[in-house]
């Protein structure tokens, strides 16, 4: 079969390789689809895991093969995937802290050497441990809908991170695919999101997710300053009750720690690389109370309800997808994906496309 191998920093080919094989208890997955991810991007461009690897870990496709043990699935199943599925009974799990579970670490599905998600491949390997996270794609909703939900889980994840209640007013800074989902998660749980991002259209299309104020991000000296009073004035001088940065940036951090009200909450999302530091006052957290937090990865407890709104789509997801390249392009979708333009969102890679 034809896969796209990781083979160092900014080295991505396509390559023959083995269809893999599977076990009694495994599933063979035909993919149809597969979403190109910030972490994915980070490892390939900076290098941070050994080569070689087939990356791509949003994926949705077709049972192709079943093995003996295997129950509930049938051969022609439309499935999305879910790569990584806690134990439920460690230490970490006991602390519903899924993501330092020592087997939700590990990654269930592969299309050959190292395990890493294998959806920039024509097939996956779903080995047993991740099979409870398999989800169902609806016959009314594509397979595109179905590679969406382990990044909606991920930002579900988050917004629960958050203790909000109805009417609260939320800063979500970044309005690419991530921070649009929080746009539309946040105004689903009846919060009045206030998104910023650096181009219009995408300040655009968070209007059409809900938020009630937008607005455009600018080096002038003064930009920061006209949000601030922007945030003043909509909540009355009582500041932010949460700040959500879907963008890694110090400034915006620093700013967002300033914008929230005593006993407020900022949530770093985007913030992945390791030994980044950031200059903070720490009286805003001592004294102030303000809590700084961060969320990674998904919650394998909220499929159910991702599900629900992907499918049911009140957060519809079809509307970030942008762009759709070619498994033998999976380079170019990566550039894409780390350097968006005006018109870029989400990104795919179609193993079946021409």
């Known amino acids: 079969m034809r896969a796209v191998v990781y083979r160092g920093a900014n080295d991505l080919r396509l390559e023959t390789v083995p269809v893999p094989r599977i076990g009694p208890g495994e599933l063979l997955v035909k993919v149809a689809v597969c979403g190109v991810c910030p972490t994915d991007i980070k490892k390939i461009h900076y290098g941070t895991v050994p080569p070689p690897r087939i990356f791509g870990h949003e994926t949705a496709g077709i049972i192709a093969r079943i093995g003996a043990r295997v129950r509930g699935f049938k051969i022609g199943d439309r499935v999305a995937l879910h790569h990584h599925v806690p134990c439920l009974e460690c230490h970490a799990c006991r602390h519903h802290a899924f993501a330092q579970c020592a087997q939700y670490k590990r990654t269930g599905i592969t299309a050959g050497f190292e395990p890493a998600g294998g959806g920039y491949a024509e097939y996956v390997r779903v080995m047993p441990f991740v099979l409870p996270g398999v989800v169902r794609i609806p016959a009314r909703n594509d397979l595109l809908e179905g590679a969406m939900l382990e990044p909606v ?6 917004v629960k991170r958050l203790a909000l209640l109805p009417g609260d007013v939320v800063l979500v800074a970044g309005q690419g695919p991530i921070g649009l989902m929080f746009t539309r998660l946040l105004v689903l749980k009846g ?3 206030v998104a910023t991002d650096l181009l219009r259209p995408r300040l ?25 009073k922007l945030v003043n004035r909509i909540t009355r001088g009582r500041r932010l009750d949460a700040a959500v940065l879907a963008v890694p940036s110090d400034a915006v951090l620093r700013q967002a720690q300033m914008l929230v009200r005593g006993a407020g909450q900022v949530l770093l999302f985007s913030h992945t690389r390791r030994g980044d530091v950031a200059a903070l006052d720490l009286a805003t957290i001592c004294v102030d109370e303000k809590d700084l937090i961060g969320s990674y990865s ?4 909220l499929q159910d309800e991702v599900a629900r709104l992907v499918f049911s789509r009140k957060l519809d997801v079809r509307r970030l997808i942008t762009h759709q390249f070619p498994l033998q392009e999976t380079g170019a979708a990566v550039e ?12 795919v890679v179609l193993p079946e496309g021409e």
């Open 204 to 228: 655009r299309l968070a209007r059409k997710f809900g938020a009630k104020w937008i607005w455009q991000v600018s080096g002038e000296p003064t930009n920061a300053e006209r949000l601030e």
């Open 298 to 301: 998904a919650d394998f407890l």
């Open 153 to 158: 889980n991920t930002v579900l994840k988050a």
């Open 191 to 193: 919060v009045q999101v």
């Open 336 to 347: 894409l994906a780390a350097h968006p333009t005006t018109e870029s969102l989400k990104i």
